[in-house]
């Protein structure tokens, strides 16, 4: 009973509240005394006034978000020029090439071999195909040098491969000088090599122009140029190249069973395919028998790449910006202790708290705006340097460059509602007094 | 405006009497000095005069309306079109010109921007101060900041100017000139209130409130004083 009743003067307490401030405001309009008002657009202008006037004000406050969005937009943007340049890497050389080998090579009688060239060239996506082949057991030397080995004579130990023309040029075999020998040569069985440069220098041979002698083992060939590139197979720099005809000159009936591979140079994008089907042209009765050592797919390598590389920095650049929503609360705050008799003139000639409040989160919000601003820019010149000192094409979102001054407005937004709250609080008299 | 039995009292661990309940009537084109020590109630009464602060004690009635009844809201509304104040330390905004700091008193207004800054151009030329219109207050000197923060009130077009201590931060001359001011307002219909403890000054004012310890007494033509 004695609640209700409670509830009753409750109630009528709060009745005769409502009646007498409908009464107040009732007389207010009588005297013609109308609410105070601030416009959106003097709103702005304020917020405008107040961030130019104080140029330095707002640099200082925008200063966190300038780092952070800077920093958001080097990551995002260095990121995908990086994984751009590593998968444009990996396009160009190793996601062309397709490399086949015999699983059981020194049990079974060698099946790759040139001859298996002609069945890949045919393939749709191959753009050519060739037998590289390491003659002798894995690691073996052979005693190459200027004259037949004599004793008390230093030789040098060097490796010997036999090279297919077309494993030549799916190598990416490059002369320094004289000339590659040709399918005529390999098939007549021609005694002639090709050197690395590193063999060469070894060898002390700097030219072909004399048609040099050298001995591998006690057979004699002809050199007939010198290799200084070979990305695709660089162990033949080191080496003796000789065609595949003369090989068993060198290696006699055990180095038929050295390790031979056909490496095949596909078009872009192509290497999967041609690694299924390649197989079969080889060996169709024992496809099983050859195995093929295929790239990872370029895209998937790309979006691999990129994603967790993306998603590293986005945390960084995340991280950044909190941190810089961080930086524009505190400074708001200390700007707001600092402009405590303008925030009590203001109240004094009539602005409502509220008003107050939209004067600071306007101003935070502009200068969040600005530090975005100045802060991709910052962000896209440090794209620039980067990928202008590492040779990499830039690669930014241009999306992003509207999305980063909108991200600098919405931190500034954030970090303006404490601020703009305890701004609002001020009582008009305690500023004054200060 | 109108104080009936108004009293201020600081709530505390020992409760401070700011302003004892005191009843007085303020006419329009009457200038009212209040005078009194540091510490003794000036600026409370000021301040309650103003509706910066409410009475804890009493009513206050402005053209007939108890503040009392008003919430936050309408003592806001009401003290930005009734009252205009200018402070000992003119409080202008640094980095705004002489033009724009006497334009904020009309920006809670929605009144247009050229219509803002016709009035606080108007309101410079009153004090004076015509041809500072584009003057940063810190190249102004003292007598015209204050001129500036009087053109501040001035063009909310107030119907009570409340002044405190407007002359403390001014030299004789420029406080003359200030005085002068306020006393050619008050012929000109608007109630003018000055809060002061420069004697000189309170003498040159027709009407004149003693406070002493919170106690508000009127000071007689003759020099004596009564009772509120």
Redesign the interface.
């Given at each position: 009973m004695s609640r209700r009743g409670g509830r009753l003067r409750s109630r009528r307490r709060r009745g005769g509240w409502l009646k007498?401030?409908r009464?107040?405001?009732a007389?207010?309009a009588q005297?013609?005394?109308?609410?105070?008002?601030?416009?959106i657009r003097?709103a702005r202008?304020?917020a405008l006034?107040?961030v130019t006037?104080?140029p330095l004000r707002t640099v200082l406050t925008s200063m966190g978000t300038v780092l952070a969005v800077g920093t958001a937009i080097a990551t995002i943007g260095l990121s995908n020029s990086a994984a751009g340049a590593v998968s444009g890497t990996f396009d160009a050389l190793r996601a062309t090439i397709v490399t086949f080998s015999n699983n059981n090579r020194f049990l079974r009688p060698p099946d790759l071999t040139d001859k298996a060239e002609k069945p890949l060239d045919r393939l749709n996506g191959v753009v050519r195909a060739g037998l590289i082949w390491n003659l002798g057991s894995p690691g073996h030397l052979f005693q190459v040098g200027r004259t037949v080995p004599q004793p008390g004579q230093p030789q040098i130990g060097l490796p010997v491969i036999a090279a297919s023309v077309g494993g030549l040029a799916t190598a990416g075999a490059r002369l320094y000088t004289g000339r590659f020998y040709d399918a005529g040569m390999d098939h007549r069985g021609y005694h002639v090599a090709l050197l690395g440069a590193t063999a060469a220098r070894q060898l002390g041979i700097t030219g072909v122009g004399v048609s040099p002698a050298i001995f591998i083992g006690q057979v004699p060939f002809t050199v007939i140029g010198i290799v200084d590139r070979a990305p695709l197979d660089p162990g033949a720099l080191l080496g003796v190249i000789v065609p595949p005809g003369a090989a068993a000159a060198v290696a006699g009936s055990f180095g038929a069973y050295g390790y031979r591979q056909i490496m095949v140079r596909t078009v872009p994008g192509a290497a999967q395919l041609i690694g299924r089907q390649g197989r079969f042209a080889i060996d169709p009765l024992h496809p099983s028998e050859i195995s093929a050592s295929v790239p990872t797919d370029p895209s998937r390598l790309r979006q691999s790449v990129s994603s967790s590389l993306t998603s590293l920095l986005l945390a960084i650049a995340l991280i950044a910006l909190g941190v810089g929503v961080i930086a524009i609360a505190n400074t708001t705050l200390l700007s707001v202790i600092q402009r405590r008799?303008?925030i009590?003139?203001?109240?004094?000639?009539?602005?409502?708290?509220r008003?107050i409040a939209v004067m600071v989160v306007s101003e935070a919000v502009l200068t969040g705006a600005i530090g975005g601003l100045m802060g991709t820019s910052v962000g896209v010149l440090v794209i620039s340097a980067v990928c202008a000192n590492h040779g990499w094409a830039p690669v930014l979102d241009p999306r992003l460059l509207v999305a980063a001054p909108a991200a600098g407005a919405v931190a500034g937004l954030l970090a303006g509602l404490y601020p703009a709250w305890r701004a609002s609080r001020v009582s008009?008299?305690s500023a004054?007094?200060r | 405006m109108e104080l009936i039995g108004a009293a201020v009292t600081y709530p505390g661990a020992v409760p401070v009497r700011a302003l004892r309940p005191v009843s007085v009537t303020f006419a329009a084109g009457e200038m009212v000095a209040v005078v009194g020590r540091s510490g003794s109630g000036k600026?409370t009464l000021l301040?309650v005069l103003?509706l910066?602060?409410r009475q804890t004690q009493g009513r206050y009635l402005v053209?007939?309306?108890?503040t009392s009844?008003?919430?936050?809201?309408?003592m806001?509304?009401?003290?930005?079109?009734?009252f205009g104040?200018v402070?000992q330390?003119f409080?202008l905004?640094a980095?705004?010109t002489a033009a724009?700091n006497a334009e904020?008193?009309m920006?809670?207004?929605?009144m247009g921007?050229r219509e803002r800054r016709a009035a606080a151009c108007d309101a410079l030329e009153r004090v004076g101060l015509g041809h500072r219109l584009a003057a940063l207050p810190g190249t102004l000197s003292g007598g015209e900041s204050q001129r500036v923060a009087i053109a501040?009130a001035l063009a909310?077009r107030p119907r009570v100017l409340l002044c405190d201590e407007p002359t403390g931060n001014l030299d004789r001359r420029n406080a003359d000139v200030v005085i002068d001011l306020l006393a050619g307002l008050a012929s000109e219909g608007l109630t003018v209130v000055v809060v002061t403890h420069d004697a000189q000054i309170a003498g040159a004012v027709p009407r004149c409130l003693d406070i002493d310890d919170g106690l508000v007494s009127e000071r007689t033509p003759a020099g004596r004083e009564a009772g509120p």
């Open positions: 007498r401030r009464t107040a405001a007389a207010l005297i013609g005394v109308p609410a105070s008002r601030l416009t003097d202008r304020e006034l107040a006037r104080a008799a303008e009590g003139l203001r109240r004094s000639v009539g602005a409502a708290p008003h008009p008299i004054l007094q | 600026s301040n103003g910066l602060d053209r007939g309306v108890d009844l008003l919430g936050e809201a309408g806001t509304s009401l003290r930005a079109r009734e104040f402070f330390t409080h905004l980095d705004r724009e904020l008193g920006l809670y207004r929605s921007l501040r909310q």
